[in-house]
């Protein structure tokens, strides 16, 4: 069911390959006069319209009552989609380690991988609060990377420490649910 939050989930699968091609392509904007900082804008514009769908899909979903299958499939895909476009992109261009970079796609699809066999178990693996901090630490590290601030490389290796300790949360708690269900 396409709903207002399903839409907005789309429009966030749509803007990650739009801002990944704007982060690779900075002559774009050089060739056409502007100076290069314009594509650092443009690059941060659409990462952060991404990212107010990201929210908002969510909570409209939760306050409107119009949770969905097919938004619970897509909501966290396109989060994926919006995250390693922008972290790629950065470790393309040079601006972000190619470690870190590594270190928190292994988790996402690890994680993703786990939420699924979990699905299939009949476990809810619901986003945890160290899933949601992370999320928040990646987003300003990709921010922070997106503009050349200082601070971008340390935040980055704070959202790999938060994306690992995370990722040993989800583990250790699908582990917890499937042993008491099988008990």
Do not use: C
């Not at 119009?66 to 040079?94: E, V, Y």
């Not at 796609?105 to 609060?129: C, K, M, N, Q, Y």
């Amino acid at each position: 069911m396409l709903n207002l939050p399903n839409s907005l989930a789309f429009s966030r699968m749509l803007l990650a390959p739009i801002m990944f091609w704007v982060i690779l392509n900075p002559q774009y904007f050089t060739d056409n006069g502007f100076h290069i900082t314009w594509n650092y804008y443009f690059a941060s514009l659409l990462f952060v319209l991404a990212s107010i769908t990201d929210f908002f899909d969510g909570f409209i979903a939760r306050e409107l009552n119009q949770k969905t299958l097919l938004g619970a499939i897509i909501d966290p895909l396109a989060d994926k989609m919006l995250i390693i476009a922008a972290f790629m992109g950065l470790m393309m261009i040079g601006e972000a380690s190619a470690w870190a970079i590594y270190i928190i796609i292994i988790r996402e699809l690890f994680i993703t991988g786990l939420r699924t066999v979990a699905v299939s178990e009949g476990i809810d693996v619901a986003a945890s609060w160290s899933g949601k901090i992370k999320t928040v630490a990646q987003m300003f590290a990709i921010g922070f990377l997106l503009m050349h601030w200082e601070w971008g490389t340390e935040l980055l290796w704070l959202s790999v420490a938060l994306t690992l300790y995370s990722g040993f949360e989800y583990i250790f708690g699908f582990a917890k649910e499937l042993k008491g269900k099988k008990a």
